[in-house]
């Protein structure tokens, strides 16, 4: 009786520090990167932790790997066209991604982030200012101004104590709060979102128009 071929194992693709990496953006997204572990995410990728050790050397070289991939997904400027096209799309780019990935806004602002993404990321931005016609110096100004509005304006975004639609509610609640005498224009502008008239959302776009025409007529101003 012919005997029957056994089933072929099964084959686990390698890994590679860019997967280790991407599992572990992926992990992050999911749990958050306080969550994130060597542990977890060894049984994320269905290894021992040990593992992940011939890709990255810790926990904090992951950390500067996956910053690094969340960089490579914003949009970078292109040098040499209408700067303030470019800068805007580079700011409203970098602001849905890091919506998409709620815990790299604080990474990218704590730590010294040198990976390939990141340093393309930046001299593609000296770039696009310089040949604008700032300086160096002022590029240097220019770009840190737009990223301050892009950091803590997704930051707010995303702890905000209220969604939206919970706006005017919570103003109804806190109106009792705030004694006309003492409160006036807080009171007015509550009354404006109790009432539907002003929707309370905070709008990036207004913040980053702002900073955009200040600098093109410091650009003006030579």
Request: with cysteine; net charge positive; aromatic share 8%.
């Amino acid at each position: 009786m012919a005997k029957k071929p056994k089933a072929r194992a099964k084959r686990r693709t390698p890994l590679s520090r860019e997967k280790v990496l991407r599992a572990a953006v992926t992990l992050a997204d999911e749990i958050g990167i306080g969550s994130l572990s060597m542990r977890r995410l060894g049984e994320e990728l269905g290894v021992e932790a040990m593992s992940l050790y011939k890709h990255a050397a810790n926990k904090d070289d992951i950390l500067d790997g996956i910053v690094d991939l969340v960089v490579s997904e914003i949009q970078l400027p292109t040098i040499g066209g209408d700067w303030k096209v470019a800068m805007r799309r580079r700011a409203t780019s970098a602001h849905e991604v890091l919506l998409r990935h709620p815990w790299a806004t604080m990474l990218i602002v704590s730590r010294a982030n040198v990976g390939p993404a990141m340093l393309r990321y930046v001299d593609a931005t000296i770039g696009c200012l310089r040949e604008a016609g700032f300086s160096y110096a002022m590029s240097d100004h220019a770009w840190n101004a737009v990223d301050s509005h892009v950091y803590g304006f997704t930051l707010q975004k995303l702890n905000f104590p209220f969604q939206p639609e919970e706006y005017a509610v919570a103003a109804k609640a806190f109106l009792p709060k705030l004694p006309a005498d003492r409160y006036p224009y807080l009171r007015g502008l509550s009354q404006q979102v109790i009432d539907g008239s002003h929707d309370g959302l905070h709008d990036f776009q207004f913040g980053l128009e702002l900073i955009l025409d200040g600098l093109e007529r410091v650009l003006r101003s030579g």
